[in-house]
């Protein structure tokens, strides 16, 4: 039976999911593409190294998976789009939430390799004020 696109690249996001929860730095190596770029929830943009090796640091994850994805498909390029649910320790502080997450698949070597992650978040029901939202005086 033939996969089609979608359920590759729902896989490529499960292997993904599943090589974060374990913090298995060696396992990006060929899933992550040569000119790949993560930006995390805070704005920080790493390439494909800095991506891997943040699990070198304080970084431990107990959950780490993609929920609701949705995939759209570009010609050779997918992009996947869903709710990151993650229960996580980063640099000794509770980063847990959820998150909404994108990410760009392309062909790379007849595979699939994931050529961008974006993470915003986390999440907030719509009548919670943003964090970063500061009153103002008029």
Do not use: C
């Not at 704005?43 to 959950?63: C, I, K, M, P, Y």
């Not at 909404?100 to 698949?105: D, G």
């Amino acid at each position: 039976m033939e996969t089609t696109i979608t359920e590759e690249a729902l896989d490529v996001v499960r292997r993904w999911a599943a090589i974060e929860l374990a913090g298995d730095v060696p396992a990006y190596e060929p899933l992550l593409a040569q000119d790949f770029h993560g930006v995390g929830p805070v704005g920080f943009v790493l390439d494909r190294t800095g991506w891997a090796q943040r699990h070198f640091g304080d970084l431990s994850n107990e959950e780490f998976d993609v929920r609701d994805p949705n995939v759209r498909t570009f010609g050779e390029t997918v992009i996947v789009e869903g709710v990151l649910h993650q229960r996580t320790i980063a640099r000794g502080r509770d980063a847990s939430g959820e998150f909404r997450v994108v990410l760009v698949l392309v062909r790379e070597d007849d595979s699939w390799a994931i050529a961008n992650i974006q993470l915003s978040g986390p999440l907030i029901a719509p009548d919670e004020v943003a964090p970063f939202l500061k009153d103002r005086e008029l």
